[in-house]
């Protein structure tokens, strides 16, 4: 995710390049407007093109093509922020998971293996949040292995869905502080209801990474957006000043175009999505300062280019 600093300046803002849409379209924003110096010269020169356009269709299409782009963009927002909601609640669920687990938990002649099964909930909660945020960008778990026992790391290498795994192995040792009188029976649905939220969090992510918007739609938009930029030419007249604004107008309409493609999917790792190793990062650092941890994971920063993993 692109995090402007306050240091920024206007005029660098103004000429960031990286995390705009820039670098998308601007392949296509140079096709239109060759297109519209090629008939411009083609006119001045030989006469050739003479279709003069009323400005009246190129207003009431434009009109239109910003309502239905306006809409794509809201609901790929939409997509946007209920993925940070989803995150946000990851967080709050751990924290609140991590403290019950650390106050529900009583043995008075077995202190050092509960601290011990309070501890490995706890690091299977962090590995969890990790797991999560591999799987959604379909990386490769081998960097759970610190977290794990060498039995859980050869379980999540065989594992189909490995934060569904780490579930069943928080409920599990759940479930043991129970058997041996650690904690008791009624606390127990409190922090499975915990679990539970784990999972609710995981399907929201899970129906927001398969479900992307309707290609028909997506088609239908990218589609008229080009034909309108390349019709653009035969509306603006035979002036010389055709083909900037035909540049200006193209850049607008298909940059909407491409926000909406930039921020459907929000747990990529592209410039625009959201910093799910800094969320990991929190819950980490806040997890393990609960089980009295002081060599503590320093926060993520953006880098020198704004850029927030």
């Known amino acids: 995710m692109i995090v402007p600093s306050k240091k920024w300046s206007w005029l660098r803002v103004l000429f960031q390049i990286r995390g705009t849409v820039l670098p998308m379209i601007w392949r296509r924003v140079l096709a239109t407007t060759l297109f519209a110096i090629l008939l411009t010269w083609l006119h001045a020169r030989y006469g050739w093109f003479q279709i003069s356009l009323t400005p009246l269709p190129f207003t009431v299409l434009g009109l239109a093509l ?28 751990s924290r609140s998971l991590a403290r019950q687990c650390l106050s529900y938990f009583k043995s008075e002649s077995e202190k050092p293996a509960l601290r011990s099964l309070q501890e490995e909930i706890i690091r299977l909660q962090i590995a969890y949040a990790h797991a999560l945020r591999l799987h959604l960008r379909q990386q490769n778990m081998e960097g759970l292995s610190p977290w794990l026992s060498p039995q859980q790391a050869e379980a999540v290498r065989q594992s189909n869905n490995v934060p569904v795994y780490l579930m069943q192995e928080i409920s599990d040792r759940l479930a043991l502080a129970c058997q041996k009188d650690w904690l008791n029976p009624l606390h127990l649905p409190l922090l499975e209801e915990r679990v539970h939220e784990l999972s609710i969090l995981q399907g929201g992510c899970e129906r927001i990474l398969k479900t992307p918007i309707p290609f028909a739609y997506i088609g239908l938009m990218h589609q008229l957006v080009v034909l309108y930029c390349f019709a653009l030419p035969f509306g603006l007249g035979e002036h010389w000043q055709a083909p900037l604004l035909v540049a200006v107008i193209s850049y ?34 806040n997890l393990l300062e609960l089980i009295g941890e002081t060599d503590l994971p320093p926060p993520l920063v953006p880098n020198q280019k704004g850029i927030l993993l």
């Open 252 to 285: 607008a309409f298909l940059g909407l175009d491409a926000i909406g493609d930039s921020i459907e999917n929000p747990f990529d790792i592209a410039p625009n999505d959201l910093p799910l190793e800094a969320i990991c990062r929190t819950i980490e650092s």
């Open 66 to 93: 910003s309502i239905f782009l306006g809409f794509r963009n809201s609901t790929s927002y939409d997509r946007f922020w209920e993925g940070r909601k989803l995150w946000g609640q990851l967080v709050n669920t």
